[in-house]
Structures are given as structure tokens and as C-alpha cells.
């Protein structure tokens, strides 16, 4: 007779994955009964940042096309409400964490030696393939945020480096949309003229009921919101902005995308669009995951330094600006208008992105 098999433990290799929690306080002194907790957070985290990365390698796969195919779109799409409900349940999971004293975290926290969150070379791979480059980084150890991981994890990210990032890719695809200028039809001359409008209609509005000092200042105000829109209409003002660190993504990138967030209700633009409010879910997640877990840090060890040699506290608050990468899509609603006063799509364009099935026989 055959011995009966665990086949649920072996498929999940339950026993290596059940021997992987050995804290370290317990080695040279008493042990700390919180360090199981905090081990076992780690490596949940480090097996959604797998899944994460899972995610990661098909959607960049389908978009690494030079045309990106109709039925990629779902998929994509698909994956990345994954990782933005993945990134949900990482910034909630955080409440159990929160149920670790101080105290009882200073009881193993000697042991750890210099063990710390920044050597996540998975977290890493994650902010690089989503669009993190190093020169963005806060140059903590002189830039090398990698310089302590194993020459082949280097290596890894270093390779993901030099592939485009998810950024660069929604970018190229973004400037490929063909709608931004079709046939007569040029979106942002068609946007300007609109823009135009309503700011002329201010000023009148202003000229009308304001005089002296408000009028001036309400004058001053609307001319300033005039040049603001020269980034979207005028190429060599993007350029200039970009240049300054004001801007990253593609001029026509940036027109299509208010293009989609515009005109977002026709039927061709609602995967887009749902596309660029999920890559901005995915970015404002991460940003929230990084200022709670920033304020966890201030509640463990206050203004201590990290066990991974940074400033603690302060250095994981300044990554929550400066390490946002999608911040050009959030810059977009600057330069909405409201929609009675949007120009309506010309008839030829507006057809094309509709749904159009052939005559058919009928039932
Ligand atoms: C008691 C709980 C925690 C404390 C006190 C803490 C503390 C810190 C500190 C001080 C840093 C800055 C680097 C350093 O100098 O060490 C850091 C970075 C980091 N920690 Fe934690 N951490 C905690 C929990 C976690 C958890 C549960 C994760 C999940 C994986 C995590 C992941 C990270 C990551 C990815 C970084 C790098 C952040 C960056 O450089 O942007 N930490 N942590």
C-alpha cells in the first residue's frame, strides 16, 4: 500500500515556507516574542511584491509591442486592478503591525544588526519598473541604493534599468494615440481655441465688476493661467519644462492623455482612460503606503536612525514626494475645462471612436 501523500502541503511546499520563520533575538539573548510577527510581515509583503512583479512582467510584455494589440488592452487592464487591490490590502495590512509596541520592537531590534526594508532588492525592482530612475532618487549612500544586494540581484536591477520602465511605455504608446491629430482635426488647436474662451470670458467677466487693485490682481491671476496652458500647446515650452524637471512625459504623450481624460466617455478612450486612473491608483497606493509605513517607523524608533543606515523617519518622508513617478498624470487636471464649454469632436474623429457593428442578417 501506498503512503498517503499531503499533496496540499507539497504543492505549496508548506514545509520549506513553514521552516523560514527563525528569529535572531533569541540567539544570543532572550527571545522577543514580536520578532515572529515581524518576520512573518516581511515575507508576506515580499510575496505580494512577487505577485506584484508577476503582474509586472505581463503587462510590460504586451506593451513592449511597437503596436499594442486591441485584445491586450483587458489583460493589462486585468493585472493591473490586481496590483492596485494587492497594494490596498499592503497599506491596511499595516494595522497589524501597528499592534507591536515600541517596547516590544526594541526587544529584538539589536538583532536585526543592519537587516533592513531598504535591502528589498523586489521592492526595488518594483519603483524601477514602474518608472523610478536612479537620478530621481534620494541620494542616500551617494545613489547606491543597491550597492550592499548580491552582485546578481545588482545585476537584475541594473538590467531592468536598462529596459524601458511601465512609464516609458505608456508614454510611447500615449504619443501613438492617433486621435490627437487627425486628418484637419489637431486636438490641442481645437483645445486652445477653447481655452481662449474662457479665459476671455474672464477677463470680461473681471473687467466688468472689478476695478483697481482686484481687477488687477484677477487680470495678473487669468494671465498667468494663460501661460500655463503654453506647456501643452507650445512644444518648445514643454521642452523648456522638461528640461527645468517640470514635466517627464513626451509632449504628444501629455496631449494624449488629456486628450483620453477629456473626451474619456467615447467608447475607444474608456480603456484608456481606465487605464491612466489605475496607473494613478497604483501611484497614489504606493505614496500612501510609504507615509504610513514612514509614520510606523516614527512610532517604533522616533528620530533613531535606520537599521539600514538612512535618516529613519525623515529620509522615508522625503521619498513620499520625491519618489513619485506618475506625477504628470495628476498634473493633467490643471488643465481641464469644464465640460459645457468643451469643444465637441468633430463628427469624422468622433464616428471612429465609436462602436460600430457590420449590417448583418438580423435574427
Ligand atoms: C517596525 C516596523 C518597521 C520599521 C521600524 C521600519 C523601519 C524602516 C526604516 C528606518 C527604513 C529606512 C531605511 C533604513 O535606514 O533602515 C525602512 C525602509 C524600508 N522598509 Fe521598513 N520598517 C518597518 C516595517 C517594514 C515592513 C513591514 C516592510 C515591508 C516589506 C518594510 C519595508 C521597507 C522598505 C521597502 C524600505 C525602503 C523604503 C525606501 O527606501 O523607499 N518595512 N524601514
Known amino acids: 500500500m501506498t503512503e498517503p501523500r499531503d499533496l496540499y502541503s507539497d504543492y505549496l511546499r508548506l514545509d ?200 488687477s490682481t484677477e487680470l495678473s491671476a487669468i494671465e498667468q493661467g494663460r501661460r500655463k496652458f503654453h506647456v501643452i500647446f507650445d512644444e518648445a515650452e514643454h521642452q523648456k519644462g522638461q528640461r527645468e524637471g517640470l514635466w517627464r512625459m513626451s509632449w504628444r504623450g501629455l496631449q494624449a492623455a488629456l486628450l483620453i481624460t477629456l473626451y474619456r466617455q467615447e467608447p475607444i478612450l474608456q480603456m484608456p482612460a481606465r487605464l491612466l486612473s489605475l496607473i494613478m491608483d497604483v501611484d497614489e497606493l504606493l505614496a500612501l503606503w510609504r507615509y504610513r509605513h514612514a509614520l510606523i517607523t516614527q512610532r517604533m524608533m522616533g528620530m533613531a536612525i535606520g537599521t539600514g543606515g538612512s535618516a529613519g523617519y525623515g529620509y522615508l518622508m522625503a521619498t513620499l514626494e520625491k519618489h513619485r513617478i506618475f506625477t504628470d498624470l495628476y498634473g493633467l487636471a490643471t488643465y481641464l475645462i469644464p465640460s459645457p464649454v468643451l469643444p465637441p469632436l468633430p463628427e469624422g474623429v468622433r464616428s471612429l471612436m465609436g462602436y460600430r457593428y457590420g449590417a448583418g442578417p438580423g435574427p
Do not use: C
Open 16 to 215: 520549506r515556507i513553514l521552516d523560514a520563520q527563525q528569529p535572531w533575538s533569541g540567539q544570543g539573548g532572550a527571545p522577543a516574542h514580536d520578532e515572529m510577527l515581524f518576520i512573518i510581515f516581511h515575507q508576506t509583503y515580499e510575496l505580494w511584491f512577487r505577485q506584484v512583479l508577476f503582474e509586472l512582467d505581463d503587462v510590460q510584455q504586451r506593451f513592449s509591442a511597437s503596436v499594442v494589440d486591441d485584445h491586450d488592452m483587458q489583460p493589462i487592464l486585468a493585472r493591473l486592478e490586481r496590483v492596485v487591490a494587492i497594494w490596498r490590502l499592503l497599506v491596511r495590512q499595516l494595522d497589524v503591525l501597528e499592534t507591536m509596541a515600541p517596547q516590544d520592537f526594541l526587544d529584538f531590534r539589536e538583532s536585526l544588526r543592519s537587516a533592513s526594508g531598504f535591502q528589498s532588492w523586489q521592492f526595488r525592482l518594483i519603483e524601477t519598473r514602474l518608472g523610478l530612475r536612479r537620478s530621481d532618487r534620494i541620494p542616500v549612500f551617494h545613489g547606491q541604493f543597491d550597492a550592499g544586494f548580491e552582485p546578481h540581484r545588482r545585476e537584475q536591477i541594473a538590467a531592468a534599468e536598462q529596459r524601458p520602465s511601465l512609464y516609458d511605455q505608456i508614454d510611447a504608446w500615449l504619443a501613438r494615440t492617433p486621435f490627437v491629430a487627425w486628418g484637419d482635426y489637431k486636438f490641442w488647436e481645437a483645445y486652445r481655441a477653447a481655452v481662449d474662451r474662457v479665459l476671455d470670458a474672464k477677463s470680461d467677466a473681471a473687467r466688468r465688476n472689478l476695478s483697481g487693485e482686484g481687477l
